[in-house]
């Protein structure tokens, strides 16, 4: 059997060449991921474990994970399938018919991504669900979620995940491979949410991307108040920090990090609500990214869904904010505007009513401008 996936696979490199798939194809069969720039396949071996085959064309390189899984004898079955790739090679995702892990809870098929950017690659659990799809660039992951028998839509930005860290130190990237996250910036403001009684496990993540050791400085300043302290990156390292080093009092915060290399930084919290936990992250702001007008979309199929808008004034003088509600008809909810007044260099948090699907909409008044993210939970 396994020189069979072998000989399967060499076929399918021979003909790589001449597969294109454009937007909005059928994938092919379930064991295999197709893009111009990238293949990806399973290898059954003697012992019936399966093993994942990626290769990317443009450097003719061949990656091989083993999975720890084995095929169902009776039924012949796969553990995993609908394999998907991006064009560079970088993300894999799948759904699997076992856990790969310990923590996984829920009950079968879950979803997964592996992530080649990294010389050790990274696993990532996402949930359970069904039929997943990855864009051509990578950056956004689509699957389907039923839980409880209510079924969701759930779309993902690889931009947002941050590495990880292995034995408490960052591999640097193989040669010619994507970059990870979003762009490093030598300038960045990260919110935190105001203390609650629901939020736990806070930290803000650091990473620095570069070859050489940098310094990063976070400030914290409110009217006449500044405040400052500082953290060394190793090379490629990241830092996990407990905002309670930053925070003066339990109202949101928005913190500044300024360094002399390009870094990112993620502010992380785990959450309970109604006795389920969940987690998520906030990437940073860039300062330098404002705009007067601000547009956030959101879609699924039968959950309705509870929503965080958090809006950053990165400016010195105080800046109004006119936040409306879009329903999936594009019809604004009148009920739901709101007039926001965002003191210099700070925060606002807002949660907003649930909509199964539509856009937040966020104006700023008398020529100001602003920042912002939108935190989405489905309704469980």
Same mark, same amino acid.
């Given at each position: 059997?396994?020189?069979?996936?072998?000989?399967?696979?060499?076929?399918?490199?021979?003909?790589?060449p001449?597969?294109?798939?454009?937007?909005g194809? &059928?994938?092919?069969?379930?064991g295999?991921?197709?893009?111009?720039?990238?293949?990806t396949?399973?290898?059954v071996?003697?012992?019936?474990?399966?093993?994942?085959?990626l290769y990317?064309?443009?450097?003719?390189q061949?990656?091989?994970?083993?999975?720890?899984?084995t095929v169902?004898?009776? @039924?012949?079955?796969? @553990?995993i399938t609908?394999?998907?790739v991006?064009?560079d090679g970088?993300?894999?995702?799948? &759904?699997?018919?076992k856990r790969?892990?310990s923590?996984?809870?829920?009950?079968?098929?879950f979803?997964?991504?592996?992530?080649?950017?990294?010389?050790?690659?990274?696993?990532r659990?996402?949930?359970?669900g069904?039929?997943?799809?990855?864009?051509?660039?990578?950056?956004?992951?689509?699957?389907?979620?039923? +839980?409880?028998?209510?079924?969701?839509?759930?779309?993902l930005?690889?931009?947002?995940?941050?590495?990880e860290?292995?034995?408490g130190r960052?591999?640097?990237?193989?040669?010619? !491979?994507?970059s990870?996250?979003?762009?490093?910036?030598?300038?960045l403001v990260?919110?935190?949410? @105001?203390?609650?009684?629901?939020?736990?496990? &806070?930290?803000?993540?650091?990473?620095?991307?570069?070859?050489?050791?940098?310094?990063?400085?976070?400030?914290?300043?409110?009217?006449?108040l500044?405040?400052?302290?500082?953290f060394?990156?190793?090379?490629?390292?990241?830092?996990?920090?407990d905002?309670?080093?930053?925070?003066?009092g339990? &109202?949101?915060t928005?913190?500044g990090?300024?360094?002399?290399?390009?870094i990112?930084?993620?502010?992380?919290? $785990?959450?309970?609500? !109604?006795?389920?936990? $969940?987690?998520?992250?906030?990437?940073a702001? *860039?300062?330098?990214?404002?705009a007067?007008?601000l547009?956030?979309?959101?879609?699924a199929a039968?959950?309705?869904?509870?929503?965080?808008?958090?809006l950053a004034?990165?400016?010195?003088?105080?800046?109004r +904010?006119?936040?409306?509600?879009? *329903?999936?008809?594009?019809s604004?909810?009148?009920? !739901?505007?709101?007039?926001?007044?965002?003191?210099?260099?700070?925060?606002?948090?807002? *949660?907003?009513?649930?909509?199964?699907a539509g856009?937040i909409?966020?104006e700023?008044?008398?020529?100001?401008?602003?920042?912002g993210?939108?935190i989405v939970?489905?309704? !469980?």
């Amino acid at each position: 059997m396994r020189y069979i996936g072998c000989l399967f696979l060499f076929l399918l490199l021979q003909l790589s060449p001449g597969i294109h798939r454009a937007a909005g194809d &059928e994938p092919g069969p379930s064991g295999i991921g197709i893009n111009p720039g990238a293949i990806t396949s399973l290898r059954v071996e003697n012992d019936l474990s399966v093993t994942l085959l990626l290769y990317r064309v443009s450097t003719h390189q061949l990656i091989e994970w083993p999975t720890k899984l084995t095929v169902e004898v009776s @039924p012949g079955r796969l @553990p995993i399938t609908g394999l998907q790739v991006d064009d560079d090679g970088r993300y894999v995702v799948f &759904e699997a018919g076992k856990r790969l892990g310990s923590y996984e809870k829920g009950s079968p098929p879950f979803v997964y991504a592996l992530d080649f950017g990294l010389e050790t690659p990274v696993r990532r659990f996402l949930g359970q669900g069904s039929a997943p799809q990855i864009s051509a660039d990578g950056t956004r992951i689509v699957f389907d979620r039923t +839980v409880n028998g209510l079924a969701s839509t759930v779309s993902l930005d690889t931009r947002d995940w941050q590495p990880e860290v292995l034995d408490g130190r960052l591999a640097p990237a193989p040669a010619g !491979s994507p970059s990870s996250g979003r762009p490093a910036r030598r300038n960045l403001v990260v919110p935190l949410l @105001p203390v609650e009684d629901s939020l736990s496990c &806070e930290r803000l993540i650091l990473f620095n991307p570069n070859s050489d050791e940098t310094v990063v400085t976070a400030r914290l300043q409110r009217g006449f108040l500044s405040w400052r302290k500082s953290f060394t990156l190793s090379a490629h390292g990241s830092l996990a920090v407990d905002p309670s080093q930053l925070r003066r009092g339990s &109202e949101a915060t928005l913190i500044g990090l300024s360094a002399p290399l390009p870094i990112s930084a993620e502010y992380r919290v $785990e959450e309970t609500r !109604s006795g389920r936990s $969940e987690a998520f992250g906030v990437p940073a702001l *860039d300062p330098e990214t404002v705009a007067s007008h601000l547009v956030f979309s959101f879609w699924a199929a039968k959950i309705a869904l509870r929503s965080t808008l958090v809006l950053a004034n990165t400016n010195e003088k105080p800046t109004r +904010v006119r936040v409306a509600q879009v *329903d999936g008809f594009g019809s604004e909810q009148t009920a !739901s505007v709101r007039i926001l007044t965002i003191r210099p260099r700070d925060l606002s948090v807002l *949660d907003l009513s649930p909509l199964p699907a539509g856009q937040i909409r966020v104006e700023a008044l008398d020529r100001g401008q602003v920042a912002g993210t939108l935190i989405v939970r489905d309704g !469980s």
